[in-house]
């Protein structure tokens, strides 16, 4: 009976644990098959032809009866909206060189789409045509259409053509590893897409005329003319001919009409759209800086220092001696640059930094203000305001940058509340760094100044990242050329 009732349990435990076991492997299986998948989805190659030895090879093409002169897409409408994902039909202007009728023709490619932002995407592709009518020149279209993003730049690489002769009534699909002899290898085709065009709006200061817009028409037919009427109708601007991304600027806050057509015969296409000019609050111009000095004294380090009596909260002020500078961000309405040098000539000035836009004050120095010695007096009501001004101990990574967007160089400047090693280092928008700035120790409090270069690199937006004591602040800079 002992025997009897165990016997069972255990043959039950043993085949859970094999059916444990087999599970584990069959997820495992399945994971590698899913990476696997996704890693040659990532790198579309074309079709691998084997010979009976198992060596690989591509199509010897031998002959250019037929060539490519031109391809674009059409759909129901010959214009789309910017960014939009559309299914539209992909057509060939063919070349003949014989002018015979072709029962087929047939090619295989990469489909590379590069978008607005530089991202490229690429996917293998292949259509074919059954009756390629007779003469020199025709115009083909594939019943099978193809999704791409409106805007983006199109273009087929590692292009096979394939087509039948005049004895050969092969119809569609032809194989990709028999379309040899009748086949060519040609450039990179590439492909014109609907028309649109690209609109990027800046925004006007407190609803003044400072606003803009940059117009980048794209597919269709160039040249193009464009037209830009306000809310209520009126023209604000024409342009034709163009050939490039046209700017409108001096625009005040409004809502805009944008009318976009190409030079497509016979008739031409016309995309419309509209954009948005808002309106922010900019920057303003702090005064110039009202200074003055506290002597070295001899008995002690031999430095001087600056005080500003009239800065305004928020804003930068910076200081020049020589090649020496240093910047400081008003928390107050007094703020004291420390140990410069007696008899170094200074400058300095005022910033004010504001939704991306930056306002530089006119310059105090030695040769348009006369610089005094702070009064006791005067000491004693700075060193009361800043003690009923000043904020409690810092407790965050501060840190600003200017000018920004910027078009070459942009300063960084920061503060860390606690000394220790600080890295600060830019980044790409992929996340890929493109500079360290900084990798070292700075004092907590201490307001440092670092020059990010950016004219060895491409437009676009960047990031910045400032580590330090385990926290890290991330901050944006629009490189713009």
């Not at 539209?88 to 015979?100: E, Y």
């Not at 920004?404 to 280092?425: C, E, Q, Y």
Request: aromatic share 8%.
């Amino acid at each position: 009976m002992s025997s009897t009732s165990h016997t069972p349990i255990a043959t039950v435990g043993t085949i859970a644990g094999s059916c444990r076991t087999n599970l584990f492997s069959f997820l495992t299986l399945l994971l590698t098959v899913l990476l696997t998948s996704s890693a040659f989805a990532q790198t579309p190659s074309l079709p691998v032809c084997k010979k009976n030895n198992g060596a690989t090879y591509l199509p010897h093409c031998t002959s250019n009866d037929l060539s490519v002169t031109g391809a674009f897409l059409t759909a129901d409408q010959c214009y789309c909206s910017d960014g939009d994902n559309i299914s539209a039909t992909l057509n060939f202007k063919l070349f003949n060189k014989t002018g015979s009728f072709r029962t087929s023709f047939a090619f295989f490619a990469i489909l590379e789409s590069t978008d607005s932002e530089g991202n490229v995407s690429k996917q293998y592709i292949t259509r074919c045509k059954s009756g390629v009518p007779g003469g020199s020149e025709s115009i083909i279209s594939f019943d099978d259409p193809i999704s791409v993003e409106c805007g983006a730049s199109l273009k087929l690489t590692n292009v096979y053509l394939a087509w039948t002769d005049a004895s050969d009534r092969r119809v569609c699909d032809l194989a990709f590893c028999d379309i040899a002899p009748k086949c060519g290898k040609p450039l990179d085709i590439t492909i014109t897409s609907l028309l649109t065009a690209d609109v990027e709006a800046t925004a006007s200061c407190d609803n003044s005329p400072t606003g803009s817009l940059a117009i980048t028409p794209s597919g269709g037919t160039s040249p193009y003319d464009i037209l830009v009427k306000d809310s209520n109708g009126g023209t604000v601007a024409t342009y034709t001919n163009v050939t490039g991304t046209q700017t409108i600027e001096d625009l005040a806050a409004d809502d805009y009409s944008i009318s976009v057509t190409d030079a497509a015969t016979p008739e031409n296409c016309t995309y419309n759209t509209t954009k948005s000019v808002s309106s922010i609050a900019c920057c303003v111009a702090p005064d110039k800086p009202a200074i003055c000095q506290t002597p070295a004294d001899l008995c002690g380090d031999g430095k001087i220092s600056l005080t500003i009596s009239n800065a305004v909260v928020g804003d930068w002020y910076i200081v020049f001696q020589g090649t020496t500078k240093d910047s400081i961000q008003a928390e107050s309405s007094t703020i004291t640059f420390n140990g410069l040098t007696p008899g170094g000539k200074i400058r300095v000035y005022g910033v004010d930094v504001k939704n991306g836009t930056r306002c530089k004050g006119p310059e105090a120095n030695c040769d348009n203000t006369t610089i005094g010695t702070c009064s006791a007096d005067f000491s004693a009501r700075s060193s009361s305001s800043a003690q009923t001004l000043a904020p409690t101990k810092q407790r965050n990574i501060r840190t600003e940058v200017y000018p920004n967007p910027t078009g070459r160089d942009a300063t960084i400047n920061f503060s860390v509340p606690k000394s220790g090693h600080v890295l600060v280092r830019v980044y790409n928008a992929l996340g890929e760094p493109v500079a360290t700035l900084l990798d070292g120790e700075v004092k907590g409090g201490e307001n440092r100044a670092l020059v990010f270069r950016g004219d060895k690199l491409p437009s676009g937006t960047y990031y910045y990242k400032v580590t330090a004591n385990g926290k890290t602040k991330t901050n944006r800079i629009s490189l713009s050329k």
